[in-house]
């Protein structure tokens, strides 16, 4: 029992751990009071990121444990240390967007692999000797990690998916000259307990003592330890629907996985094919992000206020304008017969008939459209909607702070 519990404990000595429970109550308290100051009320309950980084992680983080154990994946101290190494680096550095798979495990495996190579080739010294792994090396355990690589990256496709369910995280800046602009910015993590085992020797850095948990399998001693591996994605979307982006970012990490695969299955039956699962990764998730930064127009005015009418930002869940089927960056013309240029206009125009409401929407191809609701007391003043038009109690407030 003291064993388990031991094996268990050492993943919170991670530190990694809590820098991204400390960055997702940032990030969590962030969003919440930016949505309450531009749309007067959060969208999202606080509980959204804390779900998915801790309860979907945990449950995602057995099942993986349970396919890591069963397909006999090992791997040892250098590799963790060059991992947790390169997470922070990647989350420095890029952010949330840095902690996909394809960055962490593929650089981690990359890297380790080249300092083994510089020690066949250089004179060791202290440094390298720390980064030497002769287990790394092997075939068997280079194709063990590329499987572990394929199972994370299709945990970011269901991180994606996760963040598709709820895709309404708008918010506004301002840009040129003051104009104002909309944008849907995400960041989100799941933290996965990975359940392992990793190979000890007398006089290395993990050897067997007697107060930790120690294995034996044939003439190599395993020792178990919990391992926090964090899987995130980031992304901010200006010039086009964030479910249609965020569907392409799917089928896009979907195939990359699947291709990642393909690889792998080939590093089985050719021993030289066996780093390339890793750069496949690292190069495929790389232009991924390359075609969505270049795709997202930040010239575009998707989300740009509108001579027209009312552009839209989005809706809120379970609201009078998400079942009249409103998207985002549609533009509203007209509210129970009357024009609408404001939000005030269409405050006006509501009033006319509190029970029943009519509108005229252009759509993202400025056709336009009717739709219709009946209203009724627990309907929001203005249905459910985020507009990019700025109301008139955040501008007074803008104007004190100015």
């Known amino acids: 029992m003291l064993n388990g519990v031991t094996g268990v404990l050492s993943f919170f000595l991670h530190p ?34 804390w779900m998915r980084l801790l309860f979907v992680g945990l449950l995602i983080g057995i099942s993986l444990s349970a396919i890591i154990w069963y397909t006999g994946v090992l791997v ?42 510089i020690l066949l080739i250089a004179k060791s010294n202290d440094f390298l000797a720390f980064f ?8 068997r355990i280079l194709n063990g990690l590329s499987v572990l690589l394929v199972l994370c990256l299709l945990v970011e496709v269901l991180l994606v998916y996760l963040v598709l369910r709820r895709p309404m995280q708008p918010s ?31 006089g290395g850095v993990l050897h067997a003592t007697s107060w930790w948990p120690v294995f034996a399998v044939g003439n190599q001693s395993f020792i178990p330890i919990v391992v926090p591996v964090i899987i995130g994605m980031g992304a901010r979307i200006r010039s086009d629907k964030p479910q249609r982006v965020l569907k392409k970012r799917v089928v896009a990490i979907l195939a990359l996985a699947l291709m990642v695969a393909l690889v792998s299955v080939a590093g089985y ?34 989300y740009h206020l ?16 998400r079942k009249m089927g409103i998207e985002p960056g549609e533009i509203i013309t007209g509210c129970n017969g009357k024009s609408v240029y404001t939000r005030q206009d269409l405050y006006d ?13 252009l ?39 100015s």
């Open 16 to 49: 990694l751990l809590w820098i991204i429970i400390l960055s997702t109550f940032i990030v969590t308290n962030k969003r919440i009071k930016q949505e309450r100051h531009l749309f007067n009320s959060r969208i999202y309950s606080g509980k959204m990121e």
């Open 76 to 117: 040892d101290f250098s590799w963790l240390f060059t991992l947790n190494l390169i997470t922070l680096f990647m989350f420095v550095l890029l952010g949330y967007r840095g902690l996909s798979s394809a960055y962490t495990i593929g650089l981690a495996t990359l890297v380790l692999i080249g300092l083994n190579f």
């Open 132 to 139: 030497s792994s002769g287990l790394m090396m092997q075939p």
């Open 172 to 202: 506004r800046v301002k840009i040129r000259r003051g104009t104002i602009q909309g944008q849907f910015k995400y960041r989100s993590a799941l933290l996965l307990p990975l359940f392992m085992l990793l190979p000890v020797s007398e």
């Open 269 to 302: 039956f050719y021993n030289w094919l066996t780093f390339t699962p890793f750069v496949v990764a690292l190069l495929g998730h790389m232009g991924i992000d390359l075609y969505f930064w270049l795709e997202d127009d930040p010239d575009s005015d998707k």
């Open 306 to 321: 509108s001579p027209n009418g009312i552009r839209v930002m989005g809706t809120r869940d379970t609201s009078a304008a």
């Open 349 to 361: 125009a509501m009033n006319l008939n509190r029970a029943y409401v009519r509108l005229t929407v």
């Open 363 to 401: 759509d993202e191809f400025e056709e336009p459209r009717f739709v219709e609701t009946a209203l009724y007391e627990e309907d929001s003043f203005e249905m459910g909607l985020l507009f990019v038009e700025e109301s008139v109690i955040e501008e007074m407030t803008e104007s004190v702070k």
